[in-house]
């Protein structure tokens, strides 16, 4: 295809690649957990809880939260059927909260006695935006953009394990009928460390990946322009491999680039602090979905991700590492819920295996503290010689990894960036 023909610039490569790597990124998790065995539309599954000491059935999704017991669900909803959502009464003294994504993994709503004080719990409609369908008198009406949506509810484990995992099969998900479902889209699978070049703008899967409703008001924008790139790349192989090197020689490592540098930086960390949505901001939610899919709002938990050390190198498993909270600044006295700081591969940012099946640490473990009434936390593939145990975080030997440092319901010295989370230091 002739330049006159090209009505696009190589920014509106870049930027369109992120755009629909967003959308794409929740494709692909739809797809794998369609996958496994008994996992379908409307049906809840209950997550095991992952305690310290667990080896198996650890999450298959990146970056989970292990300080609660977790179930989700695909829902599928057409302009006759809703999905009738049933949340149990939760005591007061534990975090909970019903979380619907749309396709885009934009967050639609959380459910909980924050947002919903006159009905924090019972029965909730699902519906497709501007049906009419039939619903129970004693549910609360909630609407979703598009015929599809991801719920996840979330329980605090708290003290009593048995008690969060009895509330958690509690919540239950039901069709009111048989919807018609459109099959999970077509793409190939791609991981983390092999993102999709120009063939994630052709037109067949890019059609119906566009079909979900999209929050974003760059919408409008992106959506005529992926056509226009998708027409383009369709000409010829020539043009094809044009755009495919332009994806991977620019707007690649443009995405890579930017998620070192996503939300708000201080002491090594990101911080998702400033955002109550994704808004207009898509590279922000390609970066979450690419990161942390199912991320959530800051007025409900805090992400705080760890990119470099004290000495602004990426943190690897060769070395030892301390992190320490001063005794007027412990973390539990700037959250309403609850902490955690949980270790991860980079840049697969899956669970990392080790000798004690410990993941994370946090407000329920067992912390040592110093004699200053200071708390050190130690990351390395080994607990420095003299550490307690307690305190050590498990990293992969001699590997990247990061840490999702959660502060579920922050408070405002979290929220205006008053109080952040210090630096991690090589142990000399």
Excluded at 247 to 265: M, S, T
Excluded at 316 to 331: C, I, T, V
Aim: aromatic letters at 12%.
């Amino acid at each position: 295809m002739s330049e006159a023909n090209k009505t696009f610039t190589q920014e509106d490569i870049v930027n369109s690649y992120v755009y629909i790597l967003g959308r794409y990124l929740v494709i692909r998790q739809e797809k794998i957990d369609l996958k496994e065995s008994g996992v379908d539309y409307n049906i809840l599954k209950h997550n095991p809880a992952v305690t310290e000491g667990s080896h198996g059935d650890t999450p298959t999704f990146v970056n989970p939260n292990l300080e609660v017991v977790y179930s989700e669900a695909w829902l599928a909803v057409d302009e006759k059927t809703p999905v009738i959502l049933e949340i149990p009464e939760i005591p007061d003294n534990l975090y909970y909260t019903g979380q619907i994504i749309d396709e885009w993994a934009e967050i639609v709503t959380n459910i909980n006695e924050r947002n919903y004080p006159e009905k924090p719990f019972g029965k909730y409609a699902i519906c497709l935006a501007g049906s009419t369908p039939d619903i129970p008198e004693d549910a609360l009406r909630i609407d979703i953009p598009s015929s599809k949506a991801k719920i996840l509810t979330r329980i605090e484990i708290g003290d009593v394990l048995e008690l969060a995992v009895k509330l958690q099969h509690q919540f239950k998900v039901t069709s009111a009928g048989t919807p018609t479902i459109t099959p999970a889209i077509d793409i190939a699978l791609f991981t983390n460390k092999t993102l999709p070049g120009a063939e994630i703008f052709k037109t067949a899967a890019l059609e119906e990946a566009l079909k979900a409703t999209d929050a974003c008001p760059e919408s409008t924008v992106f959506h005529p322009l992926l056509r226009k790139i998708a027409t383009y790349i369709e000409a010829s192989e020539a043009d094809f491999d044009e755009i495919d090197k332009l994806v991977h020689q620019k707007a690649i490592p443009e995405f890579f680039a930017f998620l070192l540098k996503i939300g708000d930086f201080a002491n090594g960390w990101s911080s998702t602090r400033a955002y109550l949505n994704f808004g207009k901001d898509y590279w922000f939610r390609a970066g979450a979905n690419f990161g942390g899919i199912w991320w959530n709002s800051s007025s409900e938990a805090i992400y705080n991700m760890l990119h470099f050390d004290a000495d602004g190198e990426t943190p690897n498993g060769s070395n030892g590492y301390s992190m320490r909270f001063a005794k007027e600044d412990l973390p539990g006295k700037y959250v309403d819920g609850y902490w955690s700081a949980t270790i991860y591969s980079k840049p697969e940012y899956m669970l990392v295996p080790n000798e004690l099946g410990r993941y994370k640490l946090g407000y329920m473990s067992d912390l040592a503290y110093e004699t200053d009434g200071s708390i050190i936390i130690y990351i390395g593939a080994e607990c420095p010689s003299g550490a307690p145990k307690s305190n050590w975080l498990p990293a992969p030997k001699g590997k990247a990894f990061t840490i999702d440092f959660r502060m579920y319901l922050p408070t405002k010295e979290v929220l205006d960036g008053t109080w952040v989370v210090p630096a991690i230091k090589k142990i000399k």
